[in-house]
């Protein structure tokens, strides 16, 4: 660890600009893929979801340069690294996010309707936080790719973590490498317990349940 | 003949049954009845060893199941619950005629078998090809009994096989179920909660409260006639 | 914008299909990489899988390992394998890491597809008299299947991404043409290669998908009805 005490202001800066990388995307992504999921009209979704599908299977390094050819971008930088995991994140959460409605009792959103609830409140007070729990799981684990892909971003010049990986690589420090993925493990970790926590926190109703699928 | 000497079950500080004795005799429906944590499914699953007894034992014609490899005993009885469990993957004739294949018959004769099992329960030759969500509950639970008796056993455990199943079929099987016992000699231990169906089909009708005391045991009509106790007086509605 | 007319002509010289660094055999190699390594990590995951499913025991391993193998940068995994085992060995170190990648989503595609067969299945097929073998045959791998599918499908898709990487320790692969293609800014060869890429990944996700679809239509779902 001598390299990452004499290193420790680099990593730090990475770290930040890591972290900046990884948020827009995700906030932007769920809040398109959560809508998304709520407003899409059902006869849309079987080709909504096959090509969301089609589009996850891309490997981030390609899409990292196929963008720049569709929408203009460079292809060395930020840019396309923000947009290309924000579809990553559309993609993920659209599913997590049909699931989690779905998961929504009929019977509960029939009897709010019935009470006279309008179809924006419906979905602030009733779907949405009953929604939250799978929200969260899907959050989760779309967090966790994002944090770890994102270093990819590296290859295209973006000076994150990921750049730790390149640069230890071509000058044989495998102590950076390692100091690189211990970073992106924590970060992913941080991700992790702070979004359960925001989930615990936003439905103290729930019991805590069996982790089994 | 089956016979439960002091069986017991506990599951950590939980007693599920508590010293229970019972003789069940060969060629007879023996309903056992009660209310949930009777003990009533604990007692049917030691017969065929699905649960192990933590203390007495259970015999089958003198023999401790004990001393009988569980898979053999296993396929020399029926087994019949309400959640039938037919593989949702396998036609009605294959499910019938699958543990038959397992166990060393051919698969010609295993299906011969199967569908005459098939055609004792009144499931129509049609239905043999198709796949168990395509039938109704009720025909689910006959597939179910025809699996049972495709090793052709001596006995048959069913525990609460009808529940789910609406009220006219339901007495429609119950009716079909005595006449099977009849027609194969059948020896049947029956669990249910249903007075109707217990006083229905029962030989003899062992009633159980908590744990499996048994607060009486004889002929429906023995127990209609005299109730022992005001618990068999409510649960027989009398 | 970008030159569409530079990329066809790129794809229309033969210089870049043909040769070790041609699309063909930088094709070929990205598949028989990637295959051999799911086929690899299938051999450890699904017996291990069918296992903890089967006997229920082991689940939070599953889970756990899910959870951490999503947080750990396939980048930095390579490159620091590739390391550890010296250059020389960079090959071997390849293969681990595609291995280490593929084993948790077949992992958790076998275990899930077991442990959640209905119980009233797995128990009567026990009280007909099924060995636990029997059981794992006739009743927990076949109902299992779709899912063990879905968990080769991400698998696939995993790997294939990781194999991308490999040109930069210096191994082939689909990736040659974006990581070289960047060096010498030659995009048109570095949008060629992501292209080809593209094809490639989501045409093996939808066969899988295909696949997937075909062997749970077999398997027609679990329902009780309540009518005669």
């Known amino acids: 660890m001598d390299w990452l005490v004499a290193n420790w202001a680099f990593v730090a800066q990475l770290t930040l600009t890591h972290l900046g990388i990884v948020i827009i995307p995700l906030i932007v992504g769920s809040v398109i893929a959560i809508a998304g999921a709520r407003v899409v009209p059902t006869r849309w979704v079987p080709s909504t979801t096959a090509a969301l599908g089609a589009v996850y299977a891309i490997p981030s390094l390609a899409l990292f340069v196929t963008l720049p050819a569709l929408i203009g971008t460079d292809f060395i930088g930020p840019t396309n690294v923000v947009i290309a995991l924000s579809i990553y994140v559309v993609a993920s959460m659209f599913f997590s996010a049909r699931d989690a409605f779905n998961q929504v009792p009929t019977s509960t959103t029939t009897t709010a309707t019935a009470l006279g609830m309008s179809r924006l409140q419906l979905f602030l007070h009733v779907e949405l936080p009953m929604a939250v729990p799978g929200l969260i799981t899907g959050l989760r684990v779309v967090a966790a790719s994002t944090v770890s892909m994102a270093s990819i971003g590296a290859v295209v010049g973006v000076r994150n973590l990921g750049y730790l990986f390149v640069d230890g690589f071509q000058r044989r420090i495998p102590e950076e490498i390692i100091t690189g993925i211990g970073a992106v493990f924590v970060i992913a970790l941080v991700f992790d317990v702070g979004l359960w926590l925001v989930g615990r926190v936003l439905t103290p109703w729930r019991i805590r349940g069996d982790a089994r699928v | ?238 | ?228």
């Open chain 3, 1 to 228: 914008m970008f030159d569409f007319a530079e990329l066809a002509a790129w794809f229309a010289d033969s210089t870049n299909w043909d040769g070790r660094y041609g699309l063909w055999f930088l094709l070929a190699e990205h598949l028989v990489l990637s295959l051999g390594a799911i086929l690899l990590a299938a051999v450890v995951a699904l017996p291990l899988g069918t296992l903890i499913g089967h006997t229920g025991k082991g689940e939070f391993a599953v889970i756990g390992l899910g959870s951490v193998s999503r947080a750990v940068p396939t980048m930095g995994l390579l490159f620091a394998l590739v390391l550890l085992f010296g250059v020389e060995q960079r090959d071997l170190s390849l293969i681990l890491a595609l291995t280490a990648i593929a084993i948790p989503p077949l992992l958790a595609g076998t275990f899930s597809g077991i442990s959640t067969i209905p119980w009233s299945i797995r128990d009567s097929a026990t009280a007909q008299g099924m060995t636990g073998l029997q059981r794992i045959r006739h009743v927990e791998l076949p109902l299992a299947t779709p899912s063990i599918v879905g968990g080769f499908r991400i698998a696939f898709i995993h790997v294939v991404s990781t194999v991308v990487l490999a040109p930069l320790v210096g191994l082939g692969g689909l990736g040659f043409g974006i990581v070289q293609g960047l060096t010498v800014r030659n995009y048109a060869q570095v949008l060629a290669s992501s292209l080809v890429i593209i094809a490639t990944t989501v045409i093996g996700d939808q066969l899988l998908g295909w696949v997937q679809r075909r062997t749970g239509s077999r398997l027609v779902e679990h329902q009780t009805t309540e009518k005669s």
């Open chain 2, 1 to 238: 003949m089956i016979e439960f000497r002091h069986a017991t079950k506990n599951y950590g500080n939980v007693v599920a049954l508590h010293d229970f004795s019972a003789t069940i005799p060969s060629r007879t429906i023996t309903v056992l009845m009660g209310l949930s944590g009777s003990g009533k499914t604990t007692a049917i699953r030691m017969v065929n060893k699905m649960v192990l007894p933590t203390s007495g034992q259970v015999l089958i014609d003198g023999e401790d199941v004990a001393t009988r490899d569980a898979v053999q005993l296993r396929r020399s009885i029926g087994y019949v619950m309400q959640d039938v469990g037919l593989l949702p993957h396998k036609t009605v004739l294959q499910n019938v005629a699958l543990i038959a294949v397992i166990a060393g018959q051919t698969r010609d004769e295993a299906e011969r078998n199967a569908r005459a099992m098939l055609s004792l329960v009144g499931i129509d030759p049609a239905s043999f090809e198709r796949f168990p969500s395509q039938l109704s509950g009720g025909q689910q639970q006959r597939v179910g009994v025809a699996r049972a008796l495709a090793t052709k056993p001596n006995i048959l455990l069913m525990d609460e096989p009808f529940g789910a199943v609406d009220p006219i079929v339901r007495e429609e099987l119950q009716v079909e179920l005595c006449r099977i016992q009849r027609e194969l000699g059948l020896t049947i231990l029956f669990v249910t909660h249903d007075r109707h169906e217990a006083l229905t089909i029962a030989d003899q009708l062992i009633v159980m409260s908590n744990a499996g005391a048994i607060e009486q045991s004889g002929s429906p009509q023995e127990l209609t006639a005299k109730p022992a106790n005001d618990f068999v007086r409510k649960i027989l509605g009398l």
